[in-house]
């Protein structure tokens, strides 16, 4: 038998759709304080990842805009030395003209050497600068890849090769 009650505060089913309304809109605000915390700190964490991927960009572009300024810079000074070599070459070919033929040879052989070991030492200046930016790069790759997994499991081969390699030694 259904009762009709005065008022509708006074009907049990209106107190417990009133208590219903109210749990779910406290779970729910809870629930989304929750999820929105979480998507706060994870968009704060991308953020940050962000940053840092840019940072690390910066700092590798400025590695290779010195690399090629260094590559420039010893290739300019390779030129130079080249021009002056070669305007010294001049002087001593026409120094040569006037003596005998034999020591001209010999002035010429010895301009042609300052002029190679020249250009070597610029390329070797040029390759070490590579190198160096190379080692670099290499060193955070590997400090980046390497987890303590791999670095495990890495001394652990070390190790156990160790006694072939004072064998072989």
């Known amino acids: 038998m259904e009762h009709h009650y005065e008022h509708f505060?006074?009907?049990?089913?209106?107190?417990?759709?009133?208590?219903?309304?109210?749990?779910?809109?406290?779970?729910?605000?809870?629930?989304?304080?929750?999820?929105?915390g979480m998507l706060d700190a994870r968009g704060a964490r991308i953020q940050a990842d962000l940053a840092e991927a840019a940072r690390l960009r910066a700092e590798a572009e400025a590695l290779r805009q010195q690399a090629v300024a260094d590559r420039a810079a010893a290739l300019a000074e390779a030129e130079d030395m080249i021009a002056r070599a070669r305007a010294e070459a001049g002087r001593v070919a026409e120094a040569a003209a006037l003596e005998a033929e034999q020591a001209a040879k010999r002035r010429e052989r010895m301009a042609l050497d300052r002029i190679a070991a020249a250009e070597a030492g610029a390329l070797a200046d040029v390759r070490n600068a590579a190198a160096e930016v190379a080692v670099t790069a290499a060193r955070e790759v590997l400090a980046e890849s390497m987890d303590a997994e791999r670095d495990a499991a890495l001394i652990d081969r070390a190790v156990a090769d160790l006694p072939r390699a004072l064998r072989a030694a």
Do not use: C, H, Q
């Open 9 to 36: 505060w006074l009907d049990p089913k209106f107190w417990v759709a009133v208590s219903f309304v109210l749990f779910v809109l406290l779970v729910g605000k809870m629930a989304w304080t929750r999820i929105t």
